[in-house]
């Protein structure tokens, strides 16, 4: 008789709900026999087996139950309810969610006619929340749950609230774009002071030519001098066009050749480059233009002159500017090679290590640290990729920066 109601008990205990949790004590208690569902002791093994095995996570877990999609969750599924517990609990789902049904309910409805499986990342599902709708995102899923006849008894949903995660995600997407910016800005400045020096050269040639063509007493003298000053006046008018290319924010593409692209940018320095004893040899074996957003691309190729520039300032030496059609073996898409390469002073490998990290510079107070994080940046969005080498070695020294972009790098 002791052995008959030992087994007795552990049947009424295998159908009932296990655990002492706050959502198991308030399944157990809860007035089921108001529902469609039944009392728990008229609950099938399938039902109570996935009850349980939901209150013994702590994933947020809710299950709709039946054709009316009576509501049943677990602890962790509390803070997504948050003032609607415990009124949810054994409501239906169809007349309980009405403020996500229009986002949700297909799927739900999908899931329960016809066993199609549901998975969401990030999905946006405007939620009410203490009395007030408001914007939250999940990564949720929906799964039938099916008898053993095949018949679809309801369903199991997975859920995650990442709403802080997105919010965090759009924050630093904001500030990255202001950091984006910002260095934007500190290009155009640098570019000015470059522009500021190469201008006033000619400027200076043109006022004096133009004084010396009013008081000259010979016609042909005086249009040589014009035409002198009608060149150095044409100069000026590049640069500024190439300035002008270099801030301009394209909205769309353009084909553009390698020689196209650092003519402009070599044309702003031409006065640092004399003052600094640095020469320039061009090596450009690839003509074959490159689909870009070239005042972006612009923007890479002048930081990454300006810094080979200042390796050499205090020494001189050489500038390489290279151009060769290649092949990213990863994909084997065809592209075109950039190289900036310099004889200046390189760098150890522990600052060759945070070259990319923002806000790392060794320019001290002259520096933001932004150029090269942000350069990599454009080249990646290009599809591309930027890689730097460099040596301190007395044989060998230098810096060899490596920009690679496929033919058809812009696809934004």
């Not at 084997?332 to 290590?353: F, N, P, R, S, Y």
Request: with cysteine.
């Amino acid at each position: 008789m002791a052995m008959e109601s030992q087994l007795e008990g552990k049947t009424a205990m295998s159908r009932g709900i296990i655990g002492q949790s706050e959502m198991a004590v308030r399944i157990r208690n809860f007035a089921w026999e108001s529902t469609p569902l039944g009392g728990i002791s008229q609950w099938s093994e399938l039902l109570l087996n996935n009850v349980n095995m939901m209150l013994s996570t702590r994933y947020a877990i809710l299950l709709l139950w039946g054709p009316e999609m009576v509501l049943i969750y677990n602890d962790g599924f509390l803070p997504i309810l948050t003032d609607r517990h415990p009124q949810a609990l054994g409501a239906y789902g169809r007349e309980f969610w009405t403020d996500v049904w229009p986002v949700v309910g297909n799927q739900l409805e999908g899931v329960l006619r016809e066993g199609t499986d549901v998975f969401h990342e990030n999905a946006l599902v405007p939620i009410l929340r203490n009395g007030v709708m408001k914007s939250a995102y999940f990564n949720y899923s929906y799964s039938p749950v099916y008898e053993c006849s095949g018949a679809i008894a309801g369903i199991i949903t997975i859920c995650q609230d990442v709403t802080a995660t997105v919010a965090a995600e759009k924050d630093r997407a904001l500030a990255e774009k202001a950091l984006l910016q910002s260095e934007k800005l500190a290009a155009v400045g640098r570019l000015a002071a470059s522009i500021a020096h190469e201008i006033n050269n000619p400027l200076e040639a043109v006022t004096n030519l133009l004084f010396l063509a009013r008081n000259s007493e010979s016609l042909d003298v005086a249009r040589g001098y014009l035409d002198t000053a009608d060149h150095e006046l044409r100069r000026m008018a590049a640069i500024t066009t190439q300035t002008l290319s270099f801030n301009k924010q394209a909205t769309k593409p353009r084909s553009i050749t390698c020689k196209e692209l650092l003519a402009g940018v070599i044309s702003v320095y031409q006065s640092r480059l004399r003052n600094t004893g640095v020469i320039v040899e061009q090596q450009m074996k690839s003509d074959q233009p490159v689909m870009c957003f070239d005042g972006e691309i612009r923007q890479v190729l002048n930081n990454l002159v300006s810094n080979a520039i200042d390796s050499m300032r205090s020494t001189g030496g050489r500038l390489l500017l290279r151009s060769r059609t290649a092949t990213n073996w990863k994909n084997h898409e065809k592209g075109l090679t950039i190289t900036v390469a310099d004889t200046g002073k390189g760098m150890d490998q522990d600052i060759l290590k945070r070259i990319f990290e923002p806000f790392f510079t060794t320019k001290g107070y002259g520096g933001t640290g932004l150029g090269l994080w942000v350069s990599r940046d454009i080249v990646t969005r290009h599809n591309g990729s930027l890689r730097i080498r460099s040596c301190q070695r007395k044989d060998r020294r230098g810096t060899v920066c490596t920009m690679f972009l496929p033919f058809s790098a812009a696809t934004r």
